[in-house]
Structure formats: structure tokens, C-alpha cells
């Protein structure tokens, strides 16, 4: 069973910096990995979405990778805002089958940053 | 925007009782999802269905059915709702382009249920 694990759990930065959020995943085998957002109370909002074939995705400030053979994909956010406050969660998909789409995901890193 | 509406948002219910919670879509979307979330847990899949009529369980399916009669609508029902199936569900849809190697997916606003 494909295992997600995201570090740090917690990050708290002040506004500017720029930030690395870590995910990793036990069975190589992905389909794609898939990182989201997520505001309190609210539903998931995809950011990214990698296929394994590539090694990075960018969107605007945010700019993911992946290391399909290590099992590791990072997140990226250049200078940090308020607003970015927020969970981000890594999904991946292994695309095998009749679970073609399921998503197994990661616990999420709780964004903080402060003005 | 997917196009995904769920329905209740909120609802509170007791011990016992059956429960259905709605997914619906617009954009006509094969893959469905319904997932839950929970502290310490984070998401897991209960059920999904890859048609009309044709669905399959996830890793939480214990207490769990689902039914899809028409595409666009994905039901997931409590029978006997328990404690425990207090969660925050939502209900995911996979967007396909250029063939099936896209499958971007996109959530629902979530339904927060509750169970006393």
C-alpha cells in the first residue's frame, strides 16, 4: 500500500521567505502526484500536477519537482505571503487498474506566515 | 471550477440513523469519489465508481454504500450512522484530457457531518 508522508507537519515563516514543503512516498510506481491547498473549513484546491514523466511543474510563485525513482517530490513557494497561509497536501495517484484516479494522500503541512 | 456541488454542507444526526449524502457534477466526468477527512488521519478513500452502476470500495468502506444511477449524481449512504462516521466527506471527480494520462482531480466543498 502506496504510504505519503509530508515534513514538516507545522511551518511558521515570516512574510518573503522562500519555502520548501517535503513530500515522500513509498511505491515508486505513480501514475502522477497531485499538491493541493486547503483554507480552514474549506475543500481542496489543486495547485499542481505533476505526471511521472516530468520533473517539475510551475505555477506562478509555486514550483513543484519530482523524483519518481527516490520517492520524493518538493513544493516550492517563492516569496511568502500572508495569504499563503493555508494546509498544502501531497496526493499521489498510482494510476493502476480499476483505482485509475484514487489518490492516496499525506497529512499536510500547516503554513503559517506572519506579516 | 469542476462544477461539483454537494449537499447537505452541514448536517447533524443521531445514533442509528440512515443518512445520504449528494455529490453532483455538471461537466460529465466518468470518475467519482467520495472521501473522508479526519484529524490525525488525513484523507481516505471510502468508495468510487468509474460509470454509471459501477462503483468499487476504498480503504474505509465498512458502514459505507454508494449508488450512481445517472452521471452526474454520486450518492454515499450511511445506513446506520455511527460516532465514528463523524468526518468532514467530500466528493472528488477525476478530469481527463488527452486520454487517461491527465486524471487531474478536483473536490467538492465538503459536507461536515456529525453524528450524536
Known amino acids: 500500500k502506496q504510504e505519503v508522508t509530508q515534513i514538516p507537519a507545522a511551518l511558521s515563516v515570516p512574510e518573503g521567505e522562500n519555502l520548501v514543503l517535503n513530500c515522500s512516498f513509498t511505491?515508486?510506481?505513480?501514475?502522477?502526484l497531485q499538491w493541493f491547498r486547503q483554507d480552514p473549513g474549506k475543500g481542496l484546491t489543486s495547485l499542481l500536477l505533476i505526471q511521472s514523466s516530468q520533473r517539475e511543474q510551475t505555477s506562478g510563485r509555486l514550483n513543484a519537482s519530482l523524483d519518481k525513482s527516490s520517492g520524493r517530490s518538493t513544493l516550492y513557494i517563492a516569496a511568502s505571503q500572508p495569504g499563503d497561509s493555508a494546509t498544502y497536501l501531497c496526493?499521489?495517484?498510482?494510476?493502476?487498474?480499476?483505482?485509475?484516479?484514487?489518490?492516496?494522500f499525506g497529512r499536510g503541512t500547516q503554513l503559517t506566515v506572519w506579516p | 471550477d469542476a462544477g461539483i456541488t454537494q449537499s447537505p454542507r452541514h448536517k447533524v444526526t443521531e445514533t442509528g440513523t440512515p443518512v445520504t449524502l449528494r455529490c453532483h457534477q455538471t461537466e460529465n466526468h466518468r470518475y467519482m469519489y467520495w472521501y473522508r477527512q479526519d484529524p490525525g488521519h488525513g484523507l481516505r478513500l471510502i468508495h468510487y465508481s468509474y460509470g454509471v452502476k459501477d462503483t468499487d470500495k476504498g480503504e474505509v468502506s465498512d458502514g459505507y454504500s454508494v449508488s450512481r444511477s445517472k452521471t452526474e449524481d454520486f450518492l454515499l449512504t450511511l445506513e446506520s450512522a455511527t460516532s465514528s462516521q463523524t468526518s468532514v466527506y467530500f466528493c472528488?471527480?477525476?478530469?481527463?484530457?488527452?486520454?487517461?494520462?491527465?486524471?487531474?482531480?478536483?473536490f467538492g466543498p465538503g459536507t461536515r457531518l456529525t453524528v450524536l
Open positions: 472528488a471527480i477525476t478530469e481527463t484530457s488527452g486520454g487517461a494520462s491527465y486524471n487531474e482531480q478536483f
Open positions: 496526493a499521489v495517484n498510482p494510476g493502476r487498474g480499476s483505482t485509475l484516479g484514487r489518490l492516496y
Open positions: 511505491d515508486s510506481a505513480i501514475y502522477n
